[in-house]
């Protein structure tokens, strides 16, 4: 799932990142003499179509920070690193590669359809100028007036940055024209995928297979899955194993810097007579809302406090080993069902005190429940299949160029031509 999110991000924001790049070739400005490439220097090739480094660059240390923020890449594992560049450049050629394809073989955009790429320019253009709604003076009344206002505005912003508008237009409706054509091949490419459902019955047969050959050689697997799925990176997998189930618990620390005379004993031993009430409770569903009740209270691990795990707890299995702290694996193995709460326990962080919650139903989701989603993958997939055969076709009819010596550099500033040799690539 995580990859899908970072290509989903990927998609949406290369459309417009690259909107800027160069489509003139320069074969004087490629490299240094030291083969270190410069701004100008181009690592992607696309007939008449160029990126220059400098802009993939800009592009690359964006992504790069997004995703290290929101831990979509490791910047310390360079497979993940290597992966990455390769998607940026991937992504790039797909939107132009099958467009200049198409010119090959005759293919171009029908009158409809360009008449929505310009509908697309003029809503880019409007979006572009509605930022500088607030800066026109109210009294300026006149739509068309102040249209022409924003848009010089707008123009002598470009300038700044120096860029004539008059280029910047044409690259911009030249991206649009080529994402348009490239879709439009691309669609036509995959067009005709289709399956039957016994063909989707084998396929949900083979992935809970799959699923349970994964689970035999290691059950904390779905732990892994359970994981991303509460980080919001993933979604459950369709085969549950034996084993799991909820956990929760009072987490006291042994000290506060914000608690004048903190005395965590005397925190717990409070808890400990209202843990007194809680269990004489027989139904096992209203003892573990009290004991959640209490966690709410008097717990201090906050993540506890949010959902899913206000409500469900968090997920273990008697196999974890380093998932947890040992005194805190070594409770929640003794919890044989719902409503067992363990005896107190306390390692150097703090005190704690337990209750097991549900156990994880196991056993695989009902075909019929998933049937579509199986179905939708399995399209998916064969188009990808289709989609790849079709770029590699595409590729070998056109003039194409792609540095990858460069990319090992992205990262790194290129201030100026200048300062190429001193660049060191990020790692």
């Not at 949900?204 to 919001?232: F, K, M, P």
């Not at 919890?335 to 390692?347: A, H, P, T, V, W």
């Amino acid at each position: 799932m995580k990859k899908i999110l970072a290509v989903v991000i990927i998609t949406v924001l290369l459309a417009s990142a690259f909107l800027g790049c160069d489509t003139t070739k320069d074969p004087q400005n490629n490299q240094t003499d030291t083969g270190i490439p410069t701004e100008d220097s181009i690592i992607i090739s696309v007939e008449d179509y160029d990126i220059t480094f400098g802009d993939f660059n800009n592009i690359y240390n964006s992504y790069y920070e997004m995703y290290v923020a929101y831990g979509m890449l490791d910047p310390e594992d360079e497979a993940q690193l290597e992966e990455f560049k390769n998607t940026l450049v991937q992504y790039q050629l797909e939107n132009v590669v099958p467009a200049y394809a198409a010119k090959k073989l005759g293919i171009d955009l029908s009158e409809e359809e360009q008449k929505e790429c310009d509908d697309t320019f003029q809503a880019q253009i409007m979006s572009y100028l509605s930022q500088y709604e607030d800066v026109i003076e109210p009294s300026m009344q006149d739509e068309a007036l102040r249209y022409d206002a924003k848009l010089a505005l707008f123009k002598e912003d470009l300038r700044k940055d120096g860029i004539d508008y008059d280029e910047f237009v044409e690259k911009q409706k030249k991206d649009i024209y080529l994402s348009k054509l490239s879709n439009k091949m691309i669609d036509d490419a995959v067009k005709d995928v289709s399956v039957t459902d016994d063909e989707v019955k084998q396929e949900y047969d083979r992935q809970i297979e799959a699923l349970r050959a994964e689970y035999d050689e290691n059950i904390l697997a779905y732990y892994s899955y359970y994981q991303d799925v509460v980080s919001g990176m993933g979604v459950y997998p369709r085969l549950t194993p034996e084993g799991y189930y909820y956990i929760t618990y009072i987490y006291v620390p042994r000290v506060s810097e914000d608690i004048r005379d903190y005395d965590p004993e005397k925190i717990f031993k409070e808890i400990e007579e209202k843990l007194a009430d809680v269990k004489k409770e027989k139904d096992p569903d209203k003892k573990a809302e009290a004991f959640k009740a209490l966690v709410n209270e008097y717990g201090q691990d906050e993540v506890l406090k949010m959902e899913p795990f206000s409500a469900d707890g968090t997920l273990f299995h008697p196999d974890m080993q380093t998932e947890y702290y040992p005194s805190f694996i070594k409770q929640a193995k003794r919890l044989e069902k719902k409503g067992d709460i363990s005896e107190r326990f306390s390692d150097e962080n703090g005190l704690y005190i337990m209750m097991r919650l549900d156990t994880v139903e196991a056993g695989a989701v009902d075909f019929e429940t998933v049937k579509d989603e199986v179905k939708e993958e399995l399209v998916t997939e064969l188009q990808r299949e289709l989609y790849n055969k079709a770029m590699d076709e595409w590729k070998e009819m056109i003039d194409l160029t792609v540095k990858t010596e460069y990319l090992e550099y992205l990262g790194a500033d290129f201030a100026s031509d200048n300062e190429a040799e001193e660049a060191t690539p990020k790692t």
